[in-house]
C-alpha cells in the first residue's frame, strides 16, 4: 500500500486506523513517507492519525533507546516531524501529549522545545492550559510563556517553521 492509498484508506474508514493500517504504520520507513505526504495536506482530517502516530513514534524512539532496535535511515528524527505535523491540526489538547513525548528520554526531552507547543496559536495554548486541570498543564505553560517572553521568539517560531518543513520535505 502506497502513501496515497494509505491516506484514502484512513479517511474512508472515518478517521479509523484499522488494524491493517496501524500494521502498516509499525513501519518507520512508512511513517516518514506519510508524513511528507501530509506537508502537503490540511491537516486537521488526519489529527487522530497523527496522534496515533505520535505513540508509534515514542515506541519507536523508547525501544531504539533500550537499544532494542537498530536506526541506520535516521528514522528517530520521526518523532520532531510527527511533532509539527500534528501542530498543524491546531487542537492546544495536543500540548498534554507532545509534553509527554517531550520526557520520554534526555535526548527527545533537550530536542523537543517550545515551539512545538503552539501549534493552536500561541495565545489559544495559553489559554486552554490556564483552564486545563491536568496535571502538568501550569506547568507547560510557564515553560511555553517563558521561551515566549523573549521578544525574538516569534520570529525563531518562524524560521523554526521553515526548517521543519525542509526537513521533512528532504524525506
Known amino acids: 500500500m502506497n502513501t496515497d492509498q494509505i491516506l484514502a484508506q484512513y479517511l ?3 478517521g479509523e486506523v484499522t488494524s491493517q493500517l496501524a500494521h502498516i504504520l509499525q513501519q518507520p520507513r ?3 513517507l506519510v508524513y511528507k505526504e501530509l506537508l502537503a495536506r490540511p491537516r486537521p482530517p488526519f489529527h487522530s492519525l497523527l496522534r496515533q502516530l ?15 532496535v537498530e536506526d541506520e535511515d535516521n528514522h528517530f ?3 520532531y516531524r510527527c511533532a509539527y505535523l500534528l501542530g498543524g491540526c491546531a487542537d492546544p489538547s495536543d500540548t498534554l501529549l507532545l509534553w509527554d513525548a517531550k520526557f520520554i528520554n534526555m535526548d527527545v526531552g533537550t530536542s523537543m522545545g517550545a515551539e512545538f507547543f503552539i501549534g493552536a496559536g500561541l495565545p489559544e495554548t495559553l489559554a486552554y492550559l ?4 491536568a496535571k502538568d498543564a501550569a506547568e ?3 515553560y ?8 525574538d521568539a516569534l520570529n525563531w517560531q518562524k524560521d523554526w517553521v521553515e526548517e521543519r518543513i525542509a526537513d521533512i520535505r528532504s524525506i
Open 12 to 14: 474512508s474508514d472515518e
Open 30 to 32: 512508512a511513517r516518514q
Open 54 to 68: 505520535l505513540r508509534e513514534e515514542v515506541k519507536y524512539r523508547n525501544a531504539r533507546w533500550k537499544g532494542e
Open 77 to 79: 528524527e520521526g518523532i
Open 130 to 133: 490556564g483552564q486545563s486541570s
Open 140 to 142: 507547560i505553560g510557564e
Open 144 to 151: 511555553v510563556r517563558s521561551y515566549f517572553s523573549d521578544a
